[in-house]
């Protein structure tokens, strides 16, 4: 009896690993539950190395935000560092592009993922505070500008993908 309980629980336990098996190979990866894209994961390997030139792609992975279908490229720069690209599977449009860039310099602001410019920061900065430059960095995309008039400080933290005011604060020298 015990013998044909053991045969019965290792034939179960095969037909059930073998179902898992099946659906494991049919299983393409696809995260977005049989909806289509429009873009290939080709064309958006493509995009992705014409938005970071050198590009050797680690992984792709399919997501959603919200109702939007979006390829997660990680990938690693000519330079050895890591890049996260991610790209609109129906439209194509990049919407997102970052590198992990642990140089604090002002060398950072040659990002091709940047849409503005350090002077244009700058010049937003400046309409939200008032005084003279003494330090902008680029931190994650976002430029940090601080300015000071007299013995009012003004820093100011400006989107680099779009140039909006992400905050600003005003603080009195103590000196």
């Known amino acids: ?14 037909v059930l690993g073998g179902a898992f ?29 014409e ?15 919200g109702d939007r279908l979006i390829y997660e490229v990680e990938g690693t720069t000519e330079d050895g560092k890591e890049a996260d690209i991610e790209i609109d599977a129906n439209s194509g449009e990049i ?3 970052e590198r992990d860039d642990d140089d604090d310099s002002e060398d950072n602001e040659s990002h091709a993922d940047l849409k503005v410019s350090k002077e244009k920061a700058e010049e937003m900065a400046k309409k939200e505070g008032k005084g003279e430059v ?3 960095e680029l931190e994650d995309g976002h430029y940090e500008v601080e300015m ?25 020298d103590d000196d």
């Open 134 to 136: 003494v330090e902008v």
């Open 21 to 49: 098996g099946v659906n494991a190979m049919t299983n393409n990866g696809d995260d977005w539950n049989g909806q289509d894209a429009k873009l290939s994961q080709e064309d958006a390997e493509q995009s992705a190395k």
């Open 148 to 172: 000071k008039d007299g013995k009012t400080e003004y820093e100011v933290k400006i989107n680099g993908q779009t140039g909006e005011v992400m905050a600003s604060k005003q603080d009195q």
């Open 1 to 14: 009896m015990k013998k044909k309980l053991i045969i019965g629980g290792i034939t179960g336990a095969i």
């Open 51 to 65: 938005e970071i030139q050198g590009l050797t792609i680690d992984k792709v992975e399919k997501d959603k935000a």
């Open 95 to 97: 919407v997102k592009s």
